[in-house]
Protein backbone atom coordinates (compact mmCIF):
# COMPACT_ATOMS: atom_id res chain seq x y z
CA UNK A 1 0.00 0.00 0.00
CA UNK A 2 1.26 3.40 -1.11
CA UNK A 3 1.54 5.78 1.96
CA UNK A 4 -0.83 8.85 0.95
CA UNK A 5 0.29 12.17 2.60
CA UNK A 6 -0.94 15.67 2.31
CA UNK A 7 0.47 18.60 1.06
CA UNK A 8 1.88 18.18 4.58
CA UNK A 9 3.37 15.08 6.23
CA UNK A 10 1.48 15.19 10.05
CA UNK A 11 3.70 12.02 11.30
CA UNK A 12 7.08 12.81 10.31
CA UNK A 13 9.90 10.87 10.93
CA UNK A 14 7.86 7.54 11.19
CA UNK A 15 7.56 5.53 7.81
CA UNK A 16 5.48 2.49 6.97
CA UNK A 17 5.34 -0.20 9.41
CA UNK A 18 6.13 -3.35 8.52
CA UNK A 19 5.78 -7.00 9.80
CA UNK A 20 9.67 -7.81 11.42
CA UNK A 21 8.84 -10.97 13.26
CA UNK A 22 9.05 -11.69 16.76
CA UNK A 23 12.20 -11.46 17.71
CA UNK A 24 12.30 -7.50 16.35
CA UNK A 25 12.98 -4.88 18.77
CA UNK A 26 11.24 -2.12 16.98
CA UNK A 27 8.28 -0.45 18.89
CA UNK A 28 7.40 0.79 15.43
CA UNK A 29 7.47 -2.81 13.57
CA UNK A 30 4.63 -5.59 13.62
CA UNK A 31 5.81 -8.41 15.84
CA UNK A 32 2.79 -11.06 15.08
CA UNK A 33 0.83 -9.04 12.21
CA UNK A 34 1.95 -10.88 9.06
CA UNK A 35 -1.09 -9.77 6.67
CA UNK A 36 -0.29 -11.94 3.78
CA UNK A 37 0.28 -15.42 6.31
CA UNK A 38 -2.43 -17.70 5.74
CA UNK A 39 -4.05 -18.85 8.73
CA UNK A 40 -7.26 -21.21 8.70
CA UNK A 41 -7.59 -20.92 5.08
CA UNK A 42 -7.60 -17.00 4.90
CA UNK A 43 -4.93 -14.47 5.34
CA UNK A 44 -4.63 -12.67 8.86
CA UNK A 45 -5.61 -9.74 6.89
CA UNK A 46 -8.86 -11.42 5.50
CA UNK A 47 -9.40 -12.70 9.26
CA UNK A 48 -9.10 -9.53 10.96
CA UNK A 49 -10.15 -6.96 8.58
CA UNK A 50 -8.99 -4.20 10.86
CA UNK A 51 -10.29 -0.78 10.41
CA UNK A 52 -9.28 2.66 12.09
CA UNK A 53 -11.72 5.16 13.64
CA UNK A 54 -11.88 8.26 12.42
CA UNK A 55 -13.53 9.98 15.54
CA UNK A 56 -11.51 8.57 18.51
CA UNK A 57 -7.58 9.03 16.01
CA UNK A 58 -8.22 11.95 14.67
CA UNK A 59 -11.29 14.24 16.69
CA UNK A 60 -10.43 13.40 20.24
CA UNK A 61 -8.43 15.88 22.20
CA UNK A 62 -8.05 14.41 25.22
CA UNK A 63 -9.98 16.65 27.58
CA UNK A 64 -12.26 14.94 29.92
CA UNK A 65 -14.97 16.91 32.39
CA UNK A 66 -11.92 17.79 34.74
CA UNK A 67 -9.33 19.00 31.62
CA UNK A 68 -8.88 21.06 28.93
CA UNK A 69 -7.13 19.28 25.73
CA UNK A 70 -3.94 17.92 25.60
CA UNK A 71 -3.43 16.38 21.69
CA UNK A 72 -3.01 19.51 19.83
CA UNK A 73 -1.98 17.83 16.73
CA UNK A 74 -1.40 20.10 13.77
CA UNK A 75 -5.01 19.01 11.74
CA UNK A 76 -6.94 20.50 13.74
CA UNK A 77 -5.44 23.60 14.40
CA UNK A 78 -6.72 26.57 11.92
CA UNK A 79 -8.95 27.73 8.56
CA UNK A 80 -12.57 26.88 8.34
CA UNK A 81 -14.36 24.07 8.62
CA UNK A 82 -13.97 22.07 5.45
CA UNK A 83 -10.09 23.43 5.39
CA UNK A 84 -9.69 21.87 8.69
CA UNK A 85 -11.53 18.85 7.67
CA UNK A 86 -9.29 18.25 4.36
CA UNK A 87 -6.23 18.82 6.98
CA UNK A 88 -7.57 15.91 9.06
CA UNK A 89 -8.18 13.74 6.22
CA UNK A 90 -4.68 14.00 5.08
CA UNK A 91 -3.58 12.83 8.33
CA UNK A 92 -5.69 10.05 8.57
CA UNK A 93 -5.16 8.79 5.18
CA UNK A 94 -1.38 9.06 5.92
CA UNK A 95 -1.75 7.89 9.07
CA UNK A 96 -3.89 4.22 7.64
CA UNK A 97 -1.41 3.76 5.12
CA UNK A 98 1.91 4.04 7.41
CA UNK A 99 0.28 1.09 9.38
CA UNK A 100 -0.63 -0.55 6.03
CA UNK A 101 -4.31 -1.24 7.22
CA UNK A 102 -7.21 -1.92 4.98
CA UNK A 103 -10.19 0.25 6.28
CA UNK A 104 -11.43 3.03 8.55
CA UNK A 105 -14.44 3.98 10.03
CA UNK A 106 -16.52 7.34 10.72
CA UNK A 107 -19.62 9.27 11.36
CA UNK A 108 -20.87 12.57 9.73
CA UNK A 109 -19.68 14.66 11.96
CA UNK A 110 -15.96 13.62 12.53
CA UNK A 111 -15.56 13.91 8.84
CA UNK A 112 -16.38 17.58 8.93
CA UNK A 113 -18.12 20.07 11.41
CA UNK A 114 -21.92 20.55 11.27
CA UNK A 115 -23.99 23.49 11.84
CA UNK A 116 -27.80 23.80 12.64
CA UNK A 117 -27.99 24.31 9.15
CA UNK A 118 -29.20 20.81 7.35
CA UNK A 119 -28.06 22.19 3.38
CA UNK A 120 -25.35 23.41 4.36
CA UNK A 121 -24.28 20.43 6.44
CA UNK A 122 -25.27 18.21 3.48
CA UNK A 123 -23.06 20.47 0.90
CA UNK A 124 -19.99 19.81 3.71
CA UNK A 125 -20.43 16.19 3.92
CA UNK A 126 -20.48 16.23 0.17
CA UNK A 127 -17.42 17.73 -0.64
CA UNK A 128 -15.45 16.28 1.67
CA UNK A 129 -17.02 12.70 0.44
CA UNK A 130 -15.72 13.54 -3.16
CA UNK A 131 -12.17 14.05 -1.78
CA UNK A 132 -12.40 11.11 0.37
CA UNK A 133 -13.02 9.45 -2.53
CA UNK A 134 -10.21 11.00 -4.47
CA UNK A 135 -8.20 9.54 -1.15
CA UNK A 136 -9.36 5.87 -1.32
CA UNK A 137 -8.55 5.45 -4.95
CA UNK A 138 -5.34 6.65 -4.41
CA UNK A 139 -4.60 4.75 -1.41
CA UNK A 140 -6.93 1.48 -2.08
CA UNK A 141 -8.07 1.85 1.76
CA UNK A 142 -11.93 1.12 1.85
CA UNK A 143 -14.83 2.21 3.97
CA UNK A 144 -15.60 -0.53 6.30
CA UNK A 145 -18.41 1.59 7.53
CA UNK A 146 -20.11 4.73 8.21
CA UNK A 147 -22.62 6.00 10.66
CA UNK A 148 -24.28 9.17 11.37
CA UNK A 149 -23.84 10.92 15.41
CA UNK A 150 -27.49 11.14 16.12
CA UNK A 151 -26.29 11.85 20.22
CA UNK A 152 -24.09 15.24 20.56
CA UNK A 153 -26.14 17.82 19.50
CA UNK A 154 -28.35 19.20 22.25
CA UNK A 155 -31.44 18.30 19.84
CA UNK A 156 -30.87 14.67 20.51
CA UNK A 157 -30.90 14.99 24.55
CA UNK A 158 -34.32 12.75 24.11
CA UNK A 159 -32.93 10.72 21.82
CA UNK A 160 -33.18 10.82 18.09
CA UNK A 161 -35.42 7.99 16.27
CA UNK A 162 -37.14 7.42 19.59
CA UNK A 163 -37.65 11.44 20.72
CA UNK A 164 -40.97 12.33 21.55
CA UNK A 165 -40.70 15.07 19.10
CA UNK A 166 -41.61 14.27 15.52
CA UNK A 167 -39.59 17.54 14.19
CA UNK A 168 -35.92 16.02 16.33
CA UNK A 169 -37.00 13.10 13.95
CA UNK A 170 -37.40 14.50 11.08
CA UNK A 171 -33.98 16.28 11.45
CA UNK A 172 -32.07 12.18 12.74
CA UNK A 173 -33.70 11.64 9.25
CA UNK A 174 -32.32 14.30 7.47
CA UNK A 175 -28.61 13.35 8.93
CA UNK A 176 -29.39 9.61 8.39
CA UNK A 177 -29.85 10.18 4.68
CA UNK A 178 -27.24 12.26 4.19
CA UNK A 179 -24.35 9.54 6.19
CA UNK A 180 -26.00 6.90 4.18
CA UNK A 181 -25.29 8.99 0.88
CA UNK A 182 -21.85 9.29 1.85
CA UNK A 183 -21.70 5.57 3.33
CA UNK A 184 -22.75 4.50 -0.59
CA UNK A 185 -20.29 7.01 -2.54
CA UNK A 186 -17.38 5.60 -0.59
CA UNK A 187 -18.61 2.21 -1.28
CA UNK A 188 -18.99 1.83 2.07
CA UNK A 189 -19.59 -1.81 2.98
CA UNK A 190 -21.77 -1.47 5.86
CA UNK A 191 -23.60 1.29 7.58
CA UNK A 192 -24.38 1.17 11.64
CA UNK A 193 -26.62 2.29 13.99
CA UNK A 194 -25.55 3.03 17.47
CA UNK A 195 -28.45 4.44 19.72
CA UNK A 196 -26.60 6.53 21.81
CA UNK A 197 -29.54 7.89 23.41
CA UNK A 198 -32.19 6.05 22.12
CA UNK A 199 -33.72 4.92 25.29
CA UNK A 200 -34.60 6.52 28.31
CA UNK A 201 -33.60 8.70 32.18
CA UNK A 202 -36.72 7.75 33.54
CA UNK A 203 -39.87 5.97 32.87
CA UNK A 204 -42.34 8.61 34.53
CA UNK A 205 -42.30 10.40 31.22
CA UNK A 206 -41.63 7.85 28.88
CA UNK A 207 -44.24 5.78 26.56
CA UNK A 208 -41.44 2.85 26.03
CA UNK A 209 -43.53 1.07 23.82
CA UNK A 210 -44.17 3.66 21.50
CA UNK A 211 -40.21 4.88 21.23
CA UNK A 212 -39.45 0.98 20.50
CA UNK A 213 -42.24 1.39 17.71
CA UNK A 214 -40.71 4.27 16.44
CA UNK A 215 -36.94 3.23 16.39
CA UNK A 216 -38.16 0.15 14.61
CA UNK A 217 -39.92 2.72 11.77
CA UNK A 218 -36.99 4.81 11.58
CA UNK A 219 -34.38 1.82 10.98
CA UNK A 220 -37.19 0.03 8.59
CA UNK A 221 -37.34 3.58 6.38
CA UNK A 222 -33.33 4.11 6.82
CA UNK A 223 -32.93 0.72 5.13
CA UNK A 224 -35.63 0.93 2.74
CA UNK A 225 -33.83 4.34 1.64
CA UNK A 226 -30.41 2.55 1.07
CA UNK A 227 -31.41 -0.51 -0.85
CA UNK A 228 -33.28 1.80 -3.32
CA UNK A 229 -30.26 3.65 -3.61
CA UNK A 230 -28.60 0.12 -4.23
CA UNK A 231 -26.76 0.32 -0.96
CA UNK A 232 -25.83 -4.13 -0.73
CA UNK A 233 -24.67 -3.87 2.33
CA UNK A 234 -25.21 -5.39 5.30
CA UNK A 235 -26.61 -3.03 8.72
CA UNK A 236 -25.56 -3.21 11.88
CA UNK A 237 -26.75 -2.56 15.32
CA UNK A 238 -24.22 -1.53 18.19
CA UNK A 239 -25.22 -2.76 21.60
CA UNK A 240 -24.97 -0.61 24.73
CA UNK A 241 -26.56 -0.98 27.99
CA UNK A 242 -26.79 2.80 29.13
CA UNK A 243 -24.19 5.54 29.26
CA UNK A 244 -25.07 8.42 28.58
CA UNK A 245 -28.89 7.19 28.86
CA UNK A 246 -29.92 5.17 32.16
CA UNK A 247 -31.60 2.78 29.96
CA UNK A 248 -30.40 2.28 26.15
CA UNK A 249 -32.77 0.16 24.02
CA UNK A 250 -29.94 -1.82 22.41
CA UNK A 251 -28.89 -3.46 26.01
CA UNK A 252 -27.15 -6.23 24.77
CA UNK A 253 -27.14 -8.57 22.22
CA UNK A 254 -29.61 -10.92 23.17
CA UNK A 255 -31.78 -7.59 23.58
CA UNK A 256 -31.30 -6.40 20.22
CA UNK A 257 -31.71 -9.69 18.44
CA UNK A 258 -34.66 -9.79 20.26
CA UNK A 259 -35.75 -6.46 18.85
CA UNK A 260 -34.89 -7.38 15.30
CA UNK A 261 -36.67 -10.38 15.60
CA UNK A 262 -40.07 -8.77 16.83
CA UNK A 263 -39.96 -5.89 14.16
CA UNK A 264 -38.72 -7.78 11.19
CA UNK A 265 -35.37 -6.71 10.55
CA UNK A 266 -33.28 -9.71 10.72
CA UNK A 267 -33.31 -10.33 7.32
CA UNK A 268 -31.27 -7.01 7.00
CA UNK A 269 -29.37 -6.20 10.23
CA UNK A 270 -26.68 -7.95 12.05
CA UNK A 271 -24.75 -7.01 14.92
CA UNK A 272 -21.39 -4.91 15.67
CA UNK A 273 -20.37 -5.88 19.14
CA UNK A 274 -17.63 -3.73 21.39
CA UNK A 275 -15.56 -5.08 24.01
CA UNK A 276 -16.55 -2.27 26.86
CA UNK A 277 -20.21 -2.16 26.15
CA UNK A 278 -20.17 -5.75 26.82
CA UNK A 279 -18.65 -5.18 30.13
CA UNK A 280 -20.75 -2.14 30.81
CA UNK A 281 -24.08 -4.74 30.36
CA UNK A 282 -22.21 -7.04 32.82
CA UNK A 283 -21.27 -9.59 30.42
CA UNK A 284 -18.07 -10.90 29.45
CA UNK A 285 -17.24 -9.74 25.40
CA UNK A 286 -17.05 -13.65 24.60
CA UNK A 287 -20.55 -13.88 25.95
CA UNK A 288 -21.82 -11.37 23.58
CA UNK A 289 -19.86 -12.94 20.76
CA UNK A 290 -21.19 -16.48 21.34
CA UNK A 291 -24.86 -14.91 21.43
CA UNK A 292 -24.41 -13.32 18.18
CA UNK A 293 -22.40 -16.19 16.63
CA UNK A 294 -25.30 -18.64 17.86
CA UNK A 295 -27.94 -16.54 16.54
CA UNK A 296 -25.94 -16.17 12.86
CA UNK A 297 -26.10 -12.10 13.80
CA UNK A 298 -21.76 -11.70 14.05
CA UNK A 299 -21.77 -9.00 11.58
CA UNK A 300 -18.32 -6.70 13.20
CA UNK A 301 -16.74 -5.87 16.29
CA UNK A 302 -15.16 -1.98 17.72
CA UNK A 303 -12.46 -3.38 19.77
CA UNK A 304 -11.37 -1.72 22.74
CA UNK A 305 -11.34 -2.82 26.62
CA UNK A 306 -12.45 -0.96 29.31
CA UNK A 307 -10.81 -0.14 33.03
CA UNK A 308 -11.72 -2.81 35.81
CA UNK A 309 -11.55 -0.20 38.37
CA UNK A 310 -13.82 2.44 36.29
CA UNK A 311 -17.72 1.76 35.73
CA UNK A 312 -18.03 3.89 32.67
CA UNK A 313 -17.23 3.54 29.01
CA UNK A 314 -13.14 4.21 28.66
CA UNK A 315 -12.06 2.78 25.50
CA UNK A 316 -8.67 2.08 25.88
CA UNK A 317 -6.93 -0.19 23.58
CA UNK A 318 -6.78 -3.64 23.76
CA UNK A 319 -3.64 -5.36 25.67
CA UNK A 320 -5.11 -8.88 26.76
CA UNK A 321 -3.98 -11.49 24.93
CA UNK A 322 -5.91 -14.41 27.10
CA UNK A 323 -9.16 -12.31 26.45
CA UNK A 324 -8.72 -12.00 22.81
CA UNK A 325 -7.88 -15.81 22.65
CA UNK A 326 -10.88 -16.87 23.75
CA UNK A 327 -13.21 -14.41 21.71
CA UNK A 328 -10.94 -15.28 18.74
CA UNK A 329 -11.58 -19.42 19.23
CA UNK A 330 -15.02 -17.73 19.50
CA UNK A 331 -14.92 -15.75 16.01
CA UNK A 332 -13.20 -18.80 14.37
CA UNK A 333 -15.38 -21.33 15.29
CA UNK A 334 -18.06 -19.07 14.04
CA UNK A 335 -17.22 -18.40 10.39
CA UNK A 336 -15.67 -15.04 11.20
CA UNK A 337 -17.53 -11.54 10.26
CA UNK A 338 -20.10 -11.08 8.30
CA UNK A 339 -19.62 -7.95 6.57
CA UNK A 340 -17.12 -6.18 9.01
CA UNK A 341 -13.93 -6.45 10.85
CA UNK A 342 -12.16 -4.88 14.02
CA UNK A 343 -12.98 -1.18 14.25
CA UNK A 344 -10.47 0.35 16.43
CA UNK A 345 -12.92 2.52 18.66
CA UNK A 346 -10.47 3.27 21.32
CA UNK A 347 -8.28 6.01 22.24
CA UNK A 348 -5.17 7.19 23.65
CA UNK A 349 -4.82 8.43 27.08
CA UNK A 350 -5.73 12.28 27.86
CA UNK A 351 -1.44 12.10 29.34
CA UNK A 352 -0.21 10.29 25.78
CA UNK A 353 0.36 13.35 23.85
CA UNK A 354 2.40 12.63 21.35
CA UNK A 355 1.40 11.88 17.98
CA UNK A 356 3.82 9.03 17.67
CA UNK A 357 1.57 7.01 20.72
CA UNK A 358 -1.45 6.99 18.14
CA UNK A 359 0.97 4.39 16.44
CA UNK A 360 2.04 2.64 19.58
CA UNK A 361 -1.74 2.29 20.47
CA UNK A 362 -3.02 0.75 16.88
CA UNK A 363 0.30 -1.36 16.73
CA UNK A 364 -0.35 -3.00 20.00
CA UNK A 365 -3.26 -3.99 19.99
CA UNK A 366 -3.05 -5.45 16.08
CA UNK A 367 -0.34 -7.84 17.61
CA UNK A 368 -2.47 -8.72 20.25
CA UNK A 369 -5.16 -9.64 17.68
CA UNK A 370 -2.90 -11.37 15.49
CA UNK A 371 -1.01 -13.26 18.11
CA UNK A 372 -4.32 -14.58 19.78
CA UNK A 373 -5.29 -15.56 15.96
CA UNK A 374 -2.71 -17.95 15.89
CA UNK A 375 -2.92 -19.01 19.18
CA UNK A 376 -7.05 -19.86 18.58
CA UNK A 377 -6.22 -21.31 15.35
CA UNK A 378 -3.43 -23.57 17.20
CA UNK A 379 -5.96 -24.49 19.82
CA UNK A 380 -8.71 -25.84 17.43
CA UNK A 381 -5.91 -28.24 15.06
CA UNK A 382 -3.75 -29.29 17.99
CA UNK A 383 -5.56 -29.62 21.08
CA UNK A 384 -8.42 -31.39 23.18
CA UNK A 385 -10.10 -28.06 22.92
CA UNK A 386 -12.64 -29.15 20.82
CA UNK A 387 -13.11 -32.81 21.71
CA UNK A 388 -13.56 -31.78 25.43
CA UNK A 389 -16.58 -29.59 24.88
CA UNK A 390 -17.86 -32.36 22.26
CA UNK A 391 -17.64 -35.12 25.10
CA UNK A 392 -19.41 -32.93 27.53
CA UNK A 393 -22.61 -33.31 25.28
CA UNK A 394 -21.72 -36.70 23.96
CA UNK A 395 -25.37 -37.83 26.04
CA UNK A 396 -27.03 -35.91 23.15
CA UNK A 397 -25.15 -37.35 20.63
CA UNK A 398 -27.39 -40.81 20.33
CA UNK A 399 -29.94 -43.17 22.02
CA UNK A 400 -32.79 -41.08 24.18
CA UNK A 401 -30.96 -38.12 24.07
CA UNK A 402 -30.89 -37.57 20.61
CA UNK A 403 -34.56 -38.37 20.48
CA UNK A 404 -34.68 -35.69 22.48
CA UNK A 405 -33.05 -33.24 20.84
CA UNK A 406 -35.46 -34.12 17.98
CA UNK A 407 -38.36 -33.54 19.67
CA UNK A 408 -39.30 -37.59 20.27
CA UNK A 409 -39.96 -37.86 23.78
CA UNK A 410 -42.99 -36.71 25.82
CA UNK A 411 -41.97 -35.69 29.81
CA UNK A 412 -43.70 -39.25 30.88
CA UNK A 413 -40.65 -40.65 28.67
CA UNK A 414 -37.90 -38.35 30.62
CA UNK A 415 -39.84 -39.84 34.10
CA UNK A 416 -39.08 -43.07 32.97
CA UNK A 417 -35.44 -43.10 31.78
CA UNK A 418 -34.69 -41.41 35.09
CA UNK A 419 -36.06 -44.11 36.92
CA UNK A 420 -34.97 -46.60 35.05
CA UNK A 421 -31.04 -45.39 34.57
CA UNK A 422 -30.92 -44.16 38.52
CA UNK A 423 -29.02 -41.49 39.67
CA UNK A 424 -26.68 -39.63 37.50
CA UNK A 425 -22.52 -39.40 37.12
CA UNK A 426 -20.73 -36.84 38.50
CA UNK A 427 -19.09 -35.38 35.62
CA UNK A 428 -16.55 -32.39 35.97
CA UNK A 429 -16.55 -29.80 33.31
CA UNK A 430 -12.49 -29.43 33.71
CA UNK A 431 -12.94 -25.59 33.69
CA UNK A 432 -9.49 -24.86 35.19
CA UNK A 433 -7.74 -27.50 32.79
CA UNK A 434 -9.15 -25.42 29.83
CA UNK A 435 -8.19 -22.27 31.11
CA UNK A 436 -4.61 -23.95 31.68
CA UNK A 437 -4.75 -25.08 27.96
CA UNK A 438 -5.19 -21.49 26.74
CA UNK A 439 -2.26 -20.24 29.11
CA UNK A 440 -0.16 -23.32 27.47
CA UNK A 441 -0.77 -22.09 23.97
CA UNK A 442 0.28 -18.67 24.45
Known amino acids: MPVITGDKEFFKGIGQIKYEGPQ ?5 AYRWYDAGKTVAGKTMKEHLRFAVAYWHSFCGNGADPFGEPTHLYGWNEKGDAVARAKDKMDAAFEFITKLDLPFYCFHDVDVVDYTNDVADNEKRLQTLTEYARQKQAASKVQLLWGTANLF ?22 AQVKAALDATIALGGQNYVFWGGREGYMSLLNTNMKREQEHLARFLHTAKDYARKQGFKGVFFIEP ?15 TVISFLRQYDLLEDFKLNIEVNHATLAGHTFTHELQVAVDAGMLGSMDANRGDYQNGWDTDQFPNNINEL ?3 MLIILEGGGFQGGGINFDAKIRRNSTDPEDLFHAHIGGIDTFARSLLVADTILRQSEYKKIRADRYASFDSGKGAAYEKGGLSLEDLREYAV ?10 RQEYLEN ?6
Not at 152 to 162: D, E, L, Q
Not at 240 to 254: G, N, R
Request: aromatic share 8%; proline share 8%.
Open 24 to 28: TDNPL
Open 152 to 173: SNRRYMNGAATNPDFHVLAHAG
Open 240 to 254: KPCEPTKHQYDYDSA
Open 325 to 327: VEA
Open 420 to 429: ANGEPKVVSG
Open 437 to 442: LINRYI
